[in-house]
C-alpha cells in the first residue's frame, strides 16, 4: 500500500463526525480499552495457548521487549501486533475522535492490510499470559530467597544464641572465680589479723610506740626506740 495506514480513517472519520466542541469530551480510554471493545465487537478468539516459556534469562525485568523475546512472542505475519494497534489508538490523527471512530478506523486499517483482528488479540493474549508467567516465575523467586533467608536468619541466631550462652558462661565463671578468691582472702585476712595481735601483745612489753599494725597493711614504719 502507497498510503500510510490513517489515510484509510478519511471516509470513516468523515461519515461519523467529530463531537461538537460544545459537547462534553469524555474521559480518553487507554489503548487497551479500545482493543478489548474491538475484540468483543468482533467475537471473542480462541484461546491463546499453554502459558508461554522462556527460553531465555531475562536480565532486566523493566525491560518488557526482553520479556516478550524471552518468551519467544513472534508477531503476526502480517506485522499488526497489539503494541501497534495501540500506537495507531493514539495516533495523533485518530487519538481525539470519538472511541466508535476510532475502532472503526482501527478495524478499516486492519481489513486493509489483511490483518484479523483476532490476531491482534492473540498477541495481545500471548503477551499477557508471558508477563503473567513471568511475574509467576519472578514471585516464586523471591519466596525462595525469603525461605533461604530466613533459614540462613535462623542460624545466625542459633549461633549468636549459642555464642552469647558461651560467653555469659564465661563471665559467671570469671565471677565465681574472683568471689572465691574474695572469700579465701577476707578469711586469710582474718587470721593475719590474729597473728598481728599476739605479735603486738609480745611486742608491747618492750616498746612505748608498738609498731605492729593491726588492721590493713600500712607503710613500713621507723623502728621504734625501745623503753
Do not use: C
Amino acid at each position: 500500500m502507497s498510503k500510510k495506514w490513517y489515510n484509510l480513517f478519511v471516509s470513516v472519520d468523515e461519515s461519523s463526525g467529530r463531537p461538537a466542541e460544545s459537547e462534553a469530551t469524555p474521559p480518553t480510554p487507554t489503548a487497551a480499552d479500545a482493543v478489548a471493545d474491538i475484540a468483543r465487537s468482533v467475537g471473542s478468539p480462541g484461546p491463546a495457548g499453554p502459558p508461554p516459556t522462556f527460553a531465555a534469562s531475562v536480565s532486566n525485568s523493566l525491560s518488557f521487549a526482553e520479556i516478550y523475546q524471552a518468551a519467544e512472542i513472534h508477531p503476526p505475519s502480517h506485522g499488526f501486533t497489539i503494541e501497534k494497534v495501540g500506537d495507531m489508538l493514539r495516533s495523533e490523527h485518530i487519538r481525539t475522535m470519538p472511541r466508535d471512530v476510532k475502532k472503526s478506523s482501527v478495524l478499516v486499517a486492519l481489513e486493509a492490510v489483511g490483518a484479523p483482528i483476532q490476531d491482534v488479540i492473540q498477541d495481545a493474549m500471548k503477551r499477557d499470559q508471558a508477563l503473567d508467567t513471568f511475574e509467576s516465575v519472578q514471585e516464586k523467586a523471591l519466596n525462595q530467597l525469603e525461605a533461604r533467608k530466613q533459614q540462613e536468619n535462623q542460624q545466625i541466631q542459633a549461633e549468636i544464641d549459642r555464642v552469647l550462652a558461651e560467653n555469659r558462661s564465661r563471665i559467671q565463671a570469671n565471677n565465681d572465680e574472683v568471689a572465691k578468691e574474695k572469700e579465701r582472702f577476707f578469711a586469710w585476712r582474718l587470721k593475719k589479723q590474729e597473728e598481728e595481735q599476739k605479735i603486738a601483745d609480745a611486742v608491747s612489753y618492750f616498746v612505748t610506740d608498738n609498731p605492729i599494725t593491726g588492721g590493713h597493711a600500712a607503710p613500713p614504719a621507723q623502728a621504734p626506740k625501745p623503753q
